[in-house]
Structure formats: structure tokens, C-alpha cells
């Protein structure tokens, strides 16, 4: 008995050291790439041949780390034929740290390039990092949908977070969208910009490209994967405190400010109306945004089990 349960000790140490080295090799070897794929991107500084220190950094952990994870991956890879590996609590821990983390990662990197492309600005390390990252979080989608080696374990976990996080994302800059029409509406064109980078409209398709890329990351975890689906507890614990309660929070914070401004504008003569509606173009928007997440995950928590409703 002691010799099993010290080996099986043995094993999960050994699992757990080898999945954070992947982690740390895989993370270090996507900066190299994605630093250099930004290089070759940006032909004026290619030419240039400026950040020769930069390059040969940028070289070492795509040409060193690359292939320690390559070798450290392909020996983890072969070992997953055994159940004892594939049931270990480490490789899903690993796959949803790793998923996430590209995720958000390469989810960012591409909205701000192409944020910066509406700006009329040309900024390609954000688009070359986030092609990198998209590539590592397809690799690890694959691996978590593997027939034969993917986790038996914990194996929904890195779907329920993407969906979160999309939904997280997408409402909080479709709110953003709003709020820049609704305060300009509000305040009138004569105190708005119409043109240039401060304008109310370039702020306005930024805060949807954001959206947009956030809507996408959750409409494809919740509808594609089946997120909203999944009858585990973790699940169950994301709907309703992201979607239920935050979305409730976001109406209800709006809702409040809403109140706010009017009673000031009724009972306080001391400032000037157009200092006290600053706050409500955002809140407008927060209230109708949180309405609508609240109202879509308020429904279907209702057809869940009577665990989740309760």
C-alpha cells in the first residue's frame, strides 16, 4: 500500500513540474515567434536594422525554448496513452491555464491591431502577436478535443472560462459603443468632436471592435461548444454570477445613475446641466446592455436544474 500510494505521489509531482515547464517553455518560445513575426511585419524597421539586442533576444526564445517545448511535449504527448496520465489533475490544469491564457491573449492583441488600423495607424505587433497566440490556442483546443488524450477530467473548464471571458469582454465594450453615441447625443454636436481622433465616432467603432472580437470568443464557447449546455457545478457557478448577477449589477448600477442625474437635475441648481448629465450617456448604456445579458442568462438559469435556480 505505502509503495502505491508513493509512487502515485511520485508520478503527480512529476506531471505537475513537467506541465509547468510546458507552460513557462510554450509562453517564452510564442514571445520569440511573435516578436519576430512583428519584425518581419514592420518592413521600416527590418531595413533599419535597429534593435539588434531586441532580435537576438527575440532569437534565443524562439530557437531555444521552441524546441525544449517541442521535445518536453512530444514526451508528455506519448505518456497520455496511459489512464493514469490522461486522469491526472495536472493536464487539465495545464490545458485550461494554457487555454486561457492564449485566449486572452491573442483576443486582445488582434482587437488593439485592428483598432489601431480604424485609427489610421499601422502597429503590426499587436496583430503578430495575436496570430501566434491564436495559433497556440487552436493547438491547445485540439489537444483538449482529443478522442484519445484529452483530459477525462475537468475537461469543460477551459470552455466555461472562454465564454465568460467573451462575455465579459463583449458587454463591457458594446457598453462602451453606446455610451460614446448616447453622450453625444446628449451633449449635442455643437459639444462634441466630429472628425479626428478624439471624435465621438472613432471612439464609438473602437469600443466595437472590442465588442465585436468579445462577442465572437463567447458566442463560440456558448453555442458552438455547447457551454450553455454543460451540467457541472463550475458551469453553473459561471452563469449565474457572470451572466445573472453581473449582468443584474451592470443594469441596476446604470438604472441608479440614471436616478441620480434626474434628481439632480430636478433639486440641484448648483451646477450646470451639461456637467451634470456627463455620467448619464454611459449609464444609459450600462443599464440597456446588463438588461440584456441579465434577461438571456435569467432564462436559461430558470431551465436549469433546481441546484442553479436555488
Given at each position: 500500500?505505502?509503495?502505491?500510494?508513493?509512487?502515485?505521489?511520485?508520478?503527480?509531482?512529476?506531471?505537475?513540474?513537467?506541465?509547468?515547464?510546458?507552460?513557462?517553455?510554450?509562453?517564452?518560445?510564442?514571445?520569440?515567434?511573435?516578436?519576430?513575426?512583428?519584425?518581419?511585419?514592420?518592413?521600416?524597421?527590418?531595413?533599419?536594422?535597429?534593435?539588434?539586442?531586441?532580435?537576438?533576444?527575440?532569437?534565443?526564445?524562439?530557437?531555444?525554448?521552441?524546441?525544449?517545448?517541442?521535445?518536453?511535449?512530444?514526451?508528455?504527448?506519448?505518456?497520455?496513452?496511459?489512464?493514469?496520465?490522461?486522469?491526472?489533475?495536472?493536464?487539465?490544469?495545464?490545458?485550461?491555464?494554457?487555454?486561457?491564457?492564449?485566449?486572452?491573449?491573442?483576443?486582445?492583441?488582434?482587437?488593439?491591431?485592428?483598432?489601431?488600423?480604424?485609427?489610421?495607424?499601422?502597429?503590426?505587433?499587436?496583430?503578430?502577436?495575436?496570430?501566434?497566440?491564436?495559433?497556440?490556442?487552436?493547438?491547445?483546443?485540439?489537444?483538449?478535443?482529443?478522442?484519445?488524450?484529452?483530459?477525462?477530467?475537468?475537461?469543460?473548464?477551459?470552455?466555461?472560462?472562454?465564454?465568460?471571458?467573451?462575455?465579459?469582454?463583449?458587454?463591457?465594450?458594446?457598453?462602451?459603443?453606446?455610451?460614446?453615441?448616447?453622450?453625444?447625443?446628449?451633449?449635442?454636436?455643437?459639444?462634441?468632436?466630429?472628425?479626428?481622433?478624439?471624435?465621438?465616432?472613432?471612439?464609438?467603432?473602437?469600443?466595437?471592435?472590442?465588442?465585436?472580437?468579445?462577442?465572437?470568443?463567447?458566442?463560440?464557447?456558448?453555442?458552438?461548444?455547447?457551454?450553455?449546455?454543460?451540467?457541472?457545478?463550475?458551469?453553473?457557478?459561471?452563469?449565474?454570477?457572470?451572466?445573472?448577477?453581473?449582468?443584474?449589477?451592470?443594469?441596476?448600477?446604470?438604472?441608479?445613475?440614471?436616478v441620480y442625474v434626474g434628481l439632480r437635475?430636478?433639486?440641484?441648481?448648483?451646477?450646470?446641466?451639461?456637467?451634470?448629465?456627463?455620467?448619464?450617456?454611459?449609464?444609459?448604456?450600462?443599464?440597456?446592455?446588463?438588461?440584456?445579458?441579465?434577461?438571456?442568462?435569467?432564462?436559461?438559469?430558470?431551465?436549469?436544474?433546481?441546484?442553479?435556480?436555488?
Open positions: 500500500m505505502s509503495t502505491a500510494s508513493g509512487g502515485s505521489a511520485q508520478g503527480a509531482v512529476r506531471r505537475l513540474i513537467v506541465f509547468i515547464l510546458l507552460f513557462v517553455l510554450v509562453t517564452i518560445a510564442a514571445v520569440g515567434v511573435s516578436g519576430l513575426l512583428d519584425r518581419a511585419f514592420d518592413v521600416d524597421r527590418t531595413l533599419a536594422g535597429s534593435g539588434t539586442d531586441e532580435l537576438a533576444l527575440q532569437l534565443a526564445f524562439a530557437l531555444i525554448a521552441g524546441p525544449l517545448a517541442a521535445l518536453l511535449w512530444w514526451g508528455a504527448w506519448r505518456r497520455l496513452d496511459e489512464p493514469d496520465e490522461r486522469g491526472s489533475i495536472a493536464w487539465p490544469l495545464y490545458l485550461a491555464a494554457m487555454t486561457t491564457v492564449s485566449l486572452v491573449v491573442a483576443t486582445t492583441s488582434i482587437a488593439g491591431g485592428i483598432a489601431n488600423l480604424v485609427d489610421g495607424r499601422w502597429e503590426p505587433g499587436g496583430l503578430a502577436i495575436g496570430l501566434v497566440w491564436a495559433l497556440v490556442w487552436l493547438w491547445h483546443r485540439w489537444m483538449l478535443r482529443h478522442p484519445a488524450k484529452g483530459p477525462t477530467r475537468m475537461a469543460t473548464v477551459p470552455l466555461v472560462i472562454g465564454a465568460a471571458y467573451g462575455l465579459v469582454v463583449g458587454a463591457t465594450w458594446a457598453a462602451s459603443a453606446l455610451a460614446a453615441v448616447f453622450d453625444a447625443a446628449i451633449r449635442g454636436a455643437s459639444e462634441t468632436v466630429l472628425v479626428g481622433r478624439d471624435s465621438w465616432a472613432l471612439a464609438a467603432v473602437d469600443a466595437l471592435v472590442w465588442a465585436v472580437i468579445g462577442f465572437a470568443v463567447w458566442w463560440w464557447h456558448w453555442v458552438r461548444d455547447g457551454v450553455r449546455r454543460i451540467p457541472t457545478g463550475f458551469a453553473a457557478v459561471s452563469l449565474v454570477v457572470v451572466g445573472v448577477l453581473g449582468g443584474g449589477a451592470a443594469m441596476l448600477g446604470g438604472v441608479g445613475t440614471i437635475l430636478a433639486f440641484d441648481p448648483g451646477e450646470t446641466a451639461s456637467a451634470v448629465l456627463i455620467p448619464l450617456g454611459t449609464a444609459i448604456a450600462a443599464a440597456g446592455v446588463g438588461a440584456l445579458v441579465w434577461l438571456l442568462h435569467a432564462r436559461i438559469a430558470a431551465a436549469h436544474s433546481d441546484g442553479t435556480r436555488r
